[in-house]
């Protein structure tokens, strides 16, 4: 199935600077970039200038950190365009050495420019001032404190694309959700300690909470005994590599999956994370407390609010992931003995308008959007009950009754 991705992007805030104008941009100072990513004691600048309609060049700077050896500007333009939303990077070959278009687009800023394979190459500083001119970013190799700017040459020369305007970008990062363990409806497992779990899919997030009475549990413990006990969920892949939890009952039209993907790109899993820090062990080798917060979610829809460039075997960039979505409390399955399972039935489903939401009693209710805004909220008594969603805006809600999560569709 095809599942609607909530795009998570950095908010951009920009503050302009002029910059001297002359044959070549000069190096923009590591203390003015505000935008860095990534970690460590290493420390170079990336621009891209834009020749406008206007007549003037505008260029936006980005800061990037890292330990260890020199890094392929490749593999810095890859951990700046994964920050960064607003930035697509269009080449022909992993190496950037086909660059057939770069842009950047926000609520502020729309800045493209078409070139013709091989024209967009940049001019490159070290630390020491030394310019030169390339586009085989696969090779060149960035250092601490140099410089890189990129330029479109297809239509224009070197001397006259200095930015008149360079931007400096500002990432601001959403703190990740969180659910405390009072507003936990369904509970498995017995003792006086306990464990939240989360599953972060592209558009919905659920928990539940598992109860224990040793001193520590595994994930993978708690993983298993949810799925005997929950019928509406269970696991693929294994309890090192997850790679698709799966959930559906009566309010969920569709399956839900994680977003789909190439299999062959590894970049796109169901993170684990314990207390919002993602763990390097499996389920099956991660043991966690009372009152600890594990999380598992799709990388996907994930905003990347920092990195280390780890350089061991061959180098790669590891990302710290962050999930503002609204967690809900998954409801008690129905035919749970003891427990008295709140049933809400919602249709039609996807709706234009009106909506029929039936309920076992009289309840309270709460609508949100995608972002955690509660939108609406009423009292329902035991039966039907007609909601207008007309005043809303088109897409997906979450409908909250006492534990009980119902997505409604608005077309």
């Given amino acids: 199935m095809v599942k609607k991705v909530l795009a998570l992007a950095f908010g951009l805030v920009l503050t302009f600077g002029a910059m001297a104008q002359g044959a070549a941009n000069p190096i923009v100072p590591q203390s003015d970039i505000q935008f860095w990513t990534g970690s460590g004691s290493n420390r170079g600048v990336v621009a891209v200038t834009w020749p406008t309609s206007t007549g003037t060049n ?66 490159w500083k070290d630390a020491e001032g030394t310019s030169k001119q390339s586009a085989n970013a696969g090779d060149d190799m960035m250092a601490d404190g140099d410089f890189v700017d990129w330029l479109n040459m297809n239509s224009t020369t070197y001397e006259t694309q200095a930015a008149d305007t360079m931007i400096m970008a500002t990432a601001t990062v959403p703190e990740d959700a969180e659910i405390a363990a009072e507003d936990i409806v369904y509970w498995v497992g017995e003792g006086e300690n ?23 549990v595994y994930v993978s413990e708690i993983i298993g005994a949810i799925v005997r006990n929950d019928s509406r969920l269970r696991i693929e892949g294994d309890s090192t590599y997850v790679t698709d939890f799966v959930y559906a009952d009566a309010n969920i039209t569709d399956s839900l999956h994680i977003t789909p993907h190439d299999p062959m790109d590894y970049s796109i899993y169901f993170n684990m994370q314990v207390n919002h820090v993602s763990s390097m062990v499996g ?110 805006q088109n897409g997906v809600y979450m409908l909250r009754a006492e534990g009980s999560v119902s997505k409604i569709v608005k077309r």
């Fill in 194 to 216: 306990k464990v939240v779990f989360a599953i972060n899919w592209a558009d919905t997030a659920l928990a539940w909470g598992y109860k224990f009475s040793t001193d520590s």
């Fill in 283 to 392: 389920a099956a080798g991660r043991k966690v407390g009372n009152g600890d917060f594990v999380k598992f979610a799709d990388t996907y829809v994930a905003v990347k609010a920092d990195s280390t460039w780890i350089a061991d075997w061959g180098g790669y960039w590891d990302y710290t992931y962050v999930y503002p979505m609204t967690i809900h409390p998954v409801s008690i399955p129905v035919g749970i003995a003891g427990v008295e399972a709140v049933s809400v039935m919602v249709w039609p489903n996807p709706t234009t308008s009106l909506v029929n939401v039936s309920v076992s009693r009289p309840m309270q209710a709460e609508l949100y959007d995608l972002s955690g805004r509660q939108v609406a909220a009423y009292s329902f008594a035991e039966g039907s009950n007609m909601i207008d969603l007309s005043a809303l």
């Fill in 58 to 123: 505008i260029g936006i700077a980005w800061g990037v950190q890292w330990n260890g050896n020199n890094v392929s500007i490749a593999n810095i333009m890859d951990t700046i365009a994964a920050y960064d939303n607003n930035l697509t990077i269009e080449h022909g070959n992993t190496t950037y050495t086909l660059v057939y278009n770069i842009s950047y687009s926000n609520a502020t800023e729309s800045l493209t420019l078409s070139g013709e394979a091989g024209w967009w190459c940049y001019n």
